[in-house]
């Protein structure tokens, strides 16, 4: 359970820092708009 709950967490961040960022860094790390749409569209126990 430990392990799930570390895994959500970093999830959560990553997708909220994801959501964050500006378009020109999107461009800098290859993802779109719509795939940045998609990623932070998830539920934090989603893959």
Do not use: N, P, V
Not at 13 to 42: F, M, N, P, Q, V
Request: glycine share 4%.
């Amino acid at each position: 359970m430990k392990k799930a709950f570390i895994l959500w967490l970093r999830r959560m961040r990553t997708r909220r820092h994801l959501r964050a960022l500006e378009g020109h860094r999107l461009r800098d790390i290859g993802i779109s708009e719509a795939e940045r749409h998609r990623e932070c569209a998830k539920w934090f126990w989603q893959e």
